[in-house]
C-alpha cells in the first residue's frame, strides 16, 4: 500500500474544517500536516483539536499564517495544497496556485461531491457572489414565508467559530444564547436578527452532528451562507444573491460565480440604495450567466429604532465587519440610513486605535465608517475605545450585532435593522413554495 500524501489546507477556519471533516478525516490516502489561516485575526498558531481531527490526528492539527506555505510545503514534504476558502477573486486563488507549483506540489478545490452532506429534510440554499450582498436578510425572508405556509425551517449558518474550535456544535434561539456565549462581534451580527424574529441559528463546526441536530428540530433546513461561499448540504433549492452595489464583480470571485452558474433563483438584492444602471449591470450578468434562472428584484429595507438621535446630528457609523473589510464595500447600510436622516458622518480614522487604526491601510476602500471588528477581548477593548475617543452626538449601529451588550459605548445609541421586500414579479415567496421539492 502506497504511504499517504503529505497535505496541506489553506483556509480560514471554516470551510477548511469542513472539508478536513468530510473528505480529509478518515481518508487513509492523506496525512494533513497542518492548515493555514487567512482573512480572519487571531486563528494561526492554534491547533484543530485532536477530539475534532479523529484518531489518526491524537495531537490535532496545527494552524499556520499562510504566508509560511512554502516553508512549511519544503518542512513537511508536502505533496498536495487544497485551496478551502472564499471570497476571493480567482486571479488570488491561481496565484495561490503557482505559489504551489513552484514550490513542488499541486494545488487542488474539492467539488460538491467531495463535500456536500445529504440531509434527510428538504435543504435551501441561500448563497451569493459576494460578501455583504444580504444573504442573511434574505434568509429570513425566506424564512418566514416558509413559517406562513405552515413549515417550520431552522437556519444553519456557514461556520465562524473564530473565537473557539470546541464546540462542535452550537444552538442560537435566544437573544442570551447570543450574548452568553462568547463569541466574536462578526458571530453575532450573523445569529442575532435571526434570533430576534424567533428564528434558530445552528452552527458550529462538525456540520455533519449539525446536520442531525438541524434535521431532528425543523421541517426545512436553510442554509445561511457565509462570505460567498458554497453550501455544505447539497441543496435541494439555491437562491443567489448579487449586490449592484459592486456590479461587475459578479464573474470575478471564488466560488461567487459557482454560486450563480448554480442558481435556481437570482435575487437582485438592495436596488432601492444601487443606481437603476448598476441594477441592469447585475440583471445582465445574472442572464448572461444563469439564463435559466428566474430574477426577483428586492429592497433591503433599513429602520433606525432611535431616529430622534439621529436626525440632523453628527453621528459616528459602526458597519458590519466583513462587508466593509474583505467585502470590499467603502460603507454600508448604516451610513445609508444615517443619511437618509439628514446625519452627517463623523470620520473615524484619526480616534481609531490598534487593529482598528490598521484597517483602515490593510482596507484602503474603506470610507468614513469603523468596521465592527471583535476577534478577541483585546479587539473588542480597541473598539469601545476608538468609539468613545470619536466625538460624536449618537452612534449608529449598522451592525446587526447588539454591540451594547459587549461594549460599554459611552455616547447615545441607534440600532439599524434590515427586513427584505419584494419590487418585482414573481415574488420570491411563491418561486421558493412552487420550485422546492416537497420531501417531507
Same mark, same amino acid.
Given at each position: 500500500?502506497?504511504?499517504?500524501?503529505? $497535505?496541506?489546507?489553506?483556509?480560514?477556519?471554516?470551510?477548511?474544517?469542513?472539508?478536513? /471533516?468530510?473528505?480529509?478525516?478518515?481518508?487513509?490516502?492523506?496525512?494533513?500536516?497542518?492548515?493555514?489561516?487567512?482573512?480572519?485575526?487571531y486563528?494561526?498558531?492554534r491547533?484543530?483539536?485532536?477530539?475534532?481531527?479523529?484518531?489518526?490526528?491524537?495531537?490535532?492539527?496545527?494552524?499556520?499564517?499562510? /504566508?509560511?506555505?512554502?516553508?512549511?510545503?519544503?518542512?513537511?514534504?508536502?505533496?498536495?495544497?487544497?485551496f478551502?476558502?472564499?471570497?476571493?477573486? %480567482?486571479?488570488?486563488?491561481? %496565484?495561490?496556485?503557482?505559489?504551489?507549483? #513552484?514550490?513542488?506540489?499541486?494545488?487542488?478545490?474539492?467539488?460538491?461531491?467531495?463535500?456536500?452532506?445529504?440531509?434527510?429534510?428538504?435543504?435551501?440554499?441561500?448563497?451569493?457572489?459576494?460578501?455583504?450582498?444580504?444573504?442573511?436578510?434574505?434568509?429570513?425572508?425566506?424564512?418566514?414565508?416558509?413559517?406562513?405556509?405552515?413549515?417550520?425551517?431552522?437556519?444553519?449558518?456557514?461556520?465562524?467559530?473564530?473565537? &473557539?474550535?470546541?464546540?462542535?456544535?452550537?444552538?442560537y434561539?435566544?437573544?442570551?444564547?447570543?450574548?452568553?456565549?462568547g463569541?466574536?462581534?462578526?458571530?453575532?451580527?450573523?445569529?442575532?436578527?435571526?434570533?430576534?424574529?424567533?428564528?434558530?441559528?445552528?452552527?458550529?463546526?462538525?456540520?455533519?452532528?449539525?446536520?442531525?441536530?438541524?434535521?431532528?428540530?425543523?421541517?426545512?433546513?436553510?442554509?445561511d451562507?457565509?462570505?460567498?461561499?458554497?453550501?455544505?448540504?447539497?441543496?435541494?433549492?439555491?437562491?443567489?444573491?448579487?449586490?449592484?452595489?459592486?456590479?461587475?464583480?459578479?464573474?470575478?470571485?471564488?466560488?461567487?460565480?459557482?454560486?450563480?452558474?448554480?442558481?435556481?433563483?437570482i435575487?437582485? /438584492?438592495?436596488? /432601492?440604495?444601487?443606481?437603476?444602471?448598476?441594477?441592469?449591470?447585475?440583471?445582465?450578468? #445574472?442572464?448572461?450567466?444563469?439564463?435559466?434562472?428566474?430574477?426577483?428584484?428586492?429592497?433591503?429595507?433599513?429602520t433606525?429604532?432611535?431616529?430622534?438621535?439621529?436626525r440632523?446630528?453628527?453621528?459616528?457609523?459602526?458597519?458590519?465587519?466583513?462587508?466593509?473589510? %474583505?467585502?470590499?464595500?467603502?460603507?454600508?447600510?448604516?451610513a445609508?440610513?444615517?443619511r437618509?436622516?439628514?446625519?452627517?458622518?463623523?470620520?473615524?480614522?484619526?480616534?481609531a486605535?490598534?487593529?482598528?487604526?490598521?484597517?483602515?491601510?490593510?482596507?484602503?476602500?474603506?470610507?468614513?465608517?469603523?468596521?465592527?471588528?471583535?476577534?478577541?477581548a483585546?479587539?473588542?477593548?480597541?473598539?469601545?475605545?476608538?468609539?468613545?475617543?470619536?466625538?460624536?452626538?449618537?452612534v449608529?449601529?449598522?451592525?446587526?450585532?447588539?454591540?451594547?451588550?459587549?461594549?460599554?459605548?459611552?455616547?447615545?445609541?441607534?440600532?439599524?435593522?434590515?427586513? $427584505? %421586500?419584494?419590487v418585482?414579479?414573481?415574488?420570491?415567496?411563491?418561486?421558493?413554495?412552487?420550485?422546492?421539492? &416537497?420531501?417531507?
Amino acid at each position: 500500500m502506497a504511504p499517504a500524501r503529505k $497535505a496541506i489546507i489553506l483556509g480560514a477556519a471554516g470551510r477548511d474544517f469542513h472539508n478536513f /471533516n468530510v473528505f480529509f478525516r478518515d481518508h487513509a490516502g492523506y496525512e494533513l500536516v497542518a492548515f493555514t489561516a487567512a482573512q480572519i485575526p487571531y486563528i494561526e498558531h492554534r491547533t484543530y483539536p485532536a477530539f475534532l481531527a479523529g484518531p489518526r490526528y491524537p495531537e490535532g492539527i496545527p494552524i499556520f499564517p499562510e /504566508n509560511e506555505l512554502p516553508e512549511l510545503i519544503r518542512r513537511y514534504g508536502v505533496q498536495d495544497v487544497f485551496f478551502a476558502y472564499s471570497d476571493v477573486r %480567482h486571479e488570488q486563488v491561481m %496565484h495561490l496556485a503557482s505559489l504551489t507549483f #513552484a514550490c513542488g506540489a499541486s494545488f487542488h478545490l474539492l467539488g460538491p461531491n467531495d463535500t456536500m452532506l445529504k440531509a434527510a429534510k428538504p435543504v435551501i440554499a441561500v448563497v451569493a457572489a459576494r460578501t455583504g450582498a444580504g444573504k442573511s436578510t434574505v434568509t429570513r425572508y425566506v424564512r418566514a414565508a416558509l413559517a406562513a405556509a405552515g413549515l417550520k425551517a431552522v437556519a444553519v449558518r456557514h461556520p465562524m467559530p473564530y473565537g &473557539r474550535f470546541e464546540r462542535a456544535v452550537e444552538r442560537y434561539a435566544t437573544t442570551e444564547d447570543v450574548t452568553g456565549a462568547g463569541i466574536t462581534v462578526e458571530e453575532m451580527e450573523e445569529y442575532q436578527q435571526h434570533v430576534d424574529e424567533g428564528g434558530v441559528v445552528f452552527a458550529g463546526v462538525d456540520y455533519g452532528l449539525i446536520l442531525q441536530r438541524a434535521e431532528a428540530e425543523g421541517d426545512v433546513i436553510l442554509w445561511d451562507g457565509g462570505n460567498n461561499d458554497m453550501a455544505f448540504y447539497r441543496p435541494d433549492l439555491t437562491i443567489t444573491v448579487l449586490d449592484p452595489l459592486r456590479p461587475g464583480e459578479e464573474a470575478d470571485y471564488f466560488p461567487g460565480e459557482a454560486n450563480i452558474l448554480a442558481a435556481d433563483i437570482i435575487v437582485i /438584492n438592495k436596488v /432601492n440604495v444601487a443606481r437603476e444602471e448598476d441594477v441592469e449591470r447585475a440583471r445582465a450578468a #445574472a442572464r448572461m450567466l444563469n439564463p435559466a434562472a428566474p430574477v426577483v428584484l428586492m429592497v433591503s429595507e433599513a429602520t433606525v429604532d432611535r431616529p430622534e438621535r439621529v436626525r440632523g446630528k453628527h453621528v459616528l457609523v459602526v458597519e458590519d465587519g466583513p462587508s466593509v473589510t %474583505h467585502g470590499g464595500l467603502s460603507e454600508a447600510a448604516g451610513a445609508w440610513a444615517a443619511r437618509q436622516l439628514g446625519a452627517k458622518l463623523v470620520d473615524p480614522r484619526p480616534y481609531a486605535v490598534g487593529s482598528l487604526h490598521e484597517a483602515y491601510a490593510k482596507y484602503p476602500r474603506l470610507g468614513s465608517v469603523l468596521p465592527a471588528l471583535g476577534y478577541s477581548a483585546g479587539q473588542l477593548e480597541e473598539l469601545r475605545l476608538s468609539i468613545n475617543r470619536t466625538p460624536c452626538d449618537a452612534v449608529v449601529l449598522g451592525t446587526p450585532a447588539n454591540l451594547a451588550q459587549v461594549v460599554a459605548i459611552e455616547k447615545p445609541l441607534a440600532r439599524v435593522r434590515f427586513t $427584505a %421586500h419584494d419590487v418585482s414579479s414573481p415574488v420570491l415567496r411563491e418561486l421558493v413554495l412552487t420550485l422546492m421539492p &416537497r420531501r417531507f
